[in-house]
């Protein structure tokens, strides 16, 4: 009776913290071929042209086709100009709630004041164009920890972490993580993920571009996303980081997982809230009803949203993820929540049966909440602490293993 009624209150609140905010927006269907026109969207178009398919045909058969092509759909070149920039902290808020907005103009007035610190900033050009000026300018707070002396004779590896926040996360979420990693001796990036804070175009409230109901769009924002982690591990070894890891948060989960199943220089792997079918989060999920709402306005059916998303679901990746994962003995940790209505608990679970079958080794844990209840006390310092001692083991045994 009791765990009745904790989960029937966990429901609510849950809801009531998805429903907060006003300014989602429900935008009509787009296929939007024109975003992955470099990896066959302008084929796609051709066919539809000739008669040969229809829209849903013609976005699922592409789908499945860059699965098989993830090599080249998810190739990239190492950007040339990267370069570190001090400028004062912003908020960029993604919701018109009083208190955010207070928040916000805090931020600012201290920034006026001289009250507020200068912080540094790596800054380059995406490998992945997508026509937005502003989302093609990544951008990555940089917490640098000091250097470490040596360990049984031998020079102690620089070890770093690159972190993604969760869908239409602010500038600052997530930054205590990178201080809590500064006291183990671990850097940080704190990556803007594509469409968010300082890379938002100047006509969105939220960062609806990352996931919308334009199709094409939706699944080169999360391509990008995946060149840009990639693009920090070079940046990362050019600066002699030898032992690079990564952690994501809900959406910026889906985009770790896809970047670690293609780069094994990622050895830590942090996944805060995960699933296997984007599709799946995308109909179910509390978080992006109003996305739904437009596929199914449009006749489409959960399943369609499966096929139209396969390329950047965690499950069409999870053989790819095991080979990279023993060729660089990585460590993965995967937490999830009980109560979860954005990423439901069944496709929590489904990632962490994909792990068994494919002989992943990782280790799970779970919190007694739901998804945006993970930032309420006092489940986000049990999350912290999930992750926080995660990291610091697994970068121990690391650094062990090289003195060895």
Not at 217 to 243: F, H, K, M, P
Not at 266 to 274: I, P, Q
Not at 374 to 401: H, M, N, Q
């Amino acid at each position: 009776m009791v765990s009745g009624l904790y989960a029937k209150w966990m429901y609510a609140w849950e809801t009531a913290l998805t429903t907060r905010d006003e300014n989602r927006v429900e935008r009509p269907l787009e296929w939007g071929f024109e975003h992955l026109a470099d990896v066959g969207g302008l084929a796609a178009v051709a066919a539809l042209e000739r008669g040969e398919a229809t829209s849903l045909a013609a976005m699922s058969a592409l789908s499945d086709r860059l699965v098989r092509e993830a090599d080249s759909f998810f190739q990239y070149r190492t950007p040339v100009d990267f370069g570190l920039e001090e400028r004062h902290p912003e908020l960029f808020p993604t919701n018109v709630r009083p208190e955010t907005l207070a928040e916000d103009r805090e931020y600012r007035r201290r920034a006026e004041a001289g009250e507020m610190r200068r912080a540094p900033y790596l800054r380059f050009s995406s490998a992945v164009r997508t026509g937005y000026p502003e989302n093609d300018v990544v951008n990555a707070r940089w917490y640098e920890a000091s250097a470490r002396g040596a360990m049984d004779g031998k020079a102690s590896p620089r070890q770093a972490m690159i972190v993604l926040p969760q869908w239409n996360a602010d500038a600052v979420s997530h930054n205590a993580l990178c201080d809590l990693f500064l006291r183990f001796g671990v850097s940080s990036l704190r990556l803007s993920k594509p469409y968010h804070d300082i890379r938002r175009p100047a006509e969105l409230e939220r960062s609806d571009y990352a996931v919308s109901a334009n199709v094409g769009r939706t699944i080169n924002a999360a391509r990008q996303a995946v060149a840009d982690i990639r693009s920090c591990c070079d940046w990362l070894e050019s600066q002699g980081y030898e032992q690079i890891g990564v952690l994501g948060t809900s959406l910026g989960s889906c985009y770790s997982f896809l970047a670690a199943a293609m780069d094994p220089r990622l050895r830590v792997c942090a996944f805060n809230h995960v699933s296997m079918s984007f599709g799946d989060v995308v109909w179910e999920g509390q978080s992006t009803r109003h996305v739904q709402s437009a596929l199914e306005h449009a006749g489409l059916s959960q399943g369609d949203a499966q096929r139209i998303f396969a390329c950047i679901s965690p499950s069409r990746y999870m053989d790819r993820y095991a080979a990279t994962a023993k060729w660089c003995d990585r460590q993965t940790l995967v937490v999830h929540a009980t109560y979860d209505l954005t990423f439901p608990l069944a496709g929590s679970l489904a990632v962490l049966r994909g792990m068994d079958e494919h002989g992943i080794a990782h280790m799970s844990k779970v919190l007694p909440c739901g998804h945006y209840t993970t930032g309420e006390t006092p489940y986000k310092y049990i999350d912290g602490w999930y992750l926080g001692s995660f990291v610091w083991r697994a970068f121990r045994s690391l650094r062990r293993a090289v003195s060895a």
